[in-house]
């Protein structure tokens, strides 16, 4: 049988990070950045080998997505943080620790203080999330 060129770089791409269903956090952030090396050269600048590849890595990050990134409910940024912080199990404290001061995920949960930017890029990183799930 012969192995097509494209097959044969399709082989090399899986060899070097084989695609499959992402169970961990660690698994989904290597899945991307793999994703993104080819994502940013643009999907004109592929061969279709890679385009296959990139098609098969960001079938399984939506599917992890779905199943483990939640949607913003409707509402303000505050019912958003207090949203993700009861699903994430986390205290006032806990959030606080993650902004750096303790004190303060309980005057941002009690809505007597407002989320900075730089509040919003720190939880969208801790969170994983865009920090327009804040706005």
């Known amino acids: 049988m012969t192995v097509l060129m494209t097959d044969r ?9 084989p695609p499959r269903p992402i ?8 899945t991307i ?3 993104n090396k ?3 050269r643009g999907e004109d600048n592929l061969s279709p080998a890679e385009s296959d590849y990139l098609d098969a890595l960001t079938t399984f990050i939506a599917k992890y ?7 913003p409910p409707a509402g303000t940024a505050l019912e958003r943080l207090v949203y993700l912080v009861e ?5 006032a404290s806990d959030l606080g620790r993650v902004l750096g001061n303790r004190g303060l995920g309980s005057t941002l949960l009690s809505g007597k203080r407002q989320l900075s930017k730089t509040h919003i890029r720190i939880l969208a990183d801790h969170f994983h999330l865009d920090a327009s799930y804040f706005l």
Not at 9 to 17: A, M, N, P, S, W
Not at 87 to 91: F, K, L, P
């Open 33 to 35: 950045a793999v994703a």
């Open 38 to 40: 080819l994502a940013i």
């Open 9 to 17: 770089e399709y082989l090399r791409l899986t060899q070097k990070f």
């Open 23 to 30: 169970h961990t956090l660690r698994q989904y952030e290597q």
């Open 65 to 71: 997505d779905d199943e483990n990134v939640p949607e």
């Open 87 to 91: 699903s994430a199990g986390m205290s």
